[in-house]
């Protein structure tokens, strides 16, 4: 692939994430994007939000349209410098597309990472990524949130530390029925 072309593809914001929808375009064609610019809105199944640019250039083509699912890795748009012509721009897509492994859809990323553990007669839910590290992190959401609070944080930390979240009683996955205020 050419160096003065470069892929802007959908992005995997968090474990569970597999495709995402275009809601808006936010550059045109022909505008000069400089690296962490907001480039397009994108919704998931969790959230909405606007995806920056990660690397700087010219868009020089949408590849995406509004309201279209794409799974994870998909190409959505090309950057690259001005004086790339069509045919160059065809010639990667094509190139891009015969190449392209969907991210989202294996085995791996199909494997429940909910695990649950009994304390007395409490069930609570909790996930963990990472394994075999020094350090822990143990990653608690405020009122009203849950584990995937810290989907986006989580994942990338896990690569350092062995990670966990957990949904606190009432929360998430956890156990509904709240009896007695402690664990001990």
Same mark, same amino acid.
């Given at each position: 692939m050419s160096d003065k072309i470069l892929p802007i593809t959908m992005p995997k914001w968090g474990l569970t994430m597999k495709e995402?929808?275009?809601?808006?375009?936010?550059?045109?064609?022909g505008d000069e994007i400089k690296k962490g610019d907001n480039l397009v809105e994108?919704?998931? #199944? +969790?959230? !909405?939000?606007e995806f920056e640019s990660p690397e700087s250039g010219i868009l020089l083509k949408k590849i995406a349209e509004v309201n279209i699912k794409l799974n994870v890795g998909s190409l959505i748009g090309i950057l690259? #410098? +001005?004086? !790339?012509?069509?045919?160059?721009?065809?010639?990667?897509?094509?190139?891009?597309?015969?190449n392209f492994q969907n991210q989202s859809i294996s085995k791996e990323d199909d494997i429940d990472l909910n695990k649950k553990i009994m304390i007395k007669d409490l069930e609570i839910n909790y996930m963990q990524i990472g394994e075999g590290k020094?350090?822990?992190i143990l990653f608690i959401h405020g009122f009203g949130g849950d584990l995937n609070n810290w989907l986006f944080n989580q994942e990338s930390l896990s690569n350092i530390f062995n990670t966990y979240a957990l949904d606190l009683p009432g929360h998430g996955l956890s156990n509904k029925e709240i009896k007695e205020g402690s664990i001990f």
């Open positions: 995402g929808t275009i809601v808006s375009w936010l550059k045109e064609v994108i919704e998931t #199944e +969790k959230v !909405v939000n690259g #410098e +001005k004086i !790339v012509d069509d045919n160059s721009i065809n010639q990667f897509i094509e190139e891009f597309q015969s020094e350090k822990n």
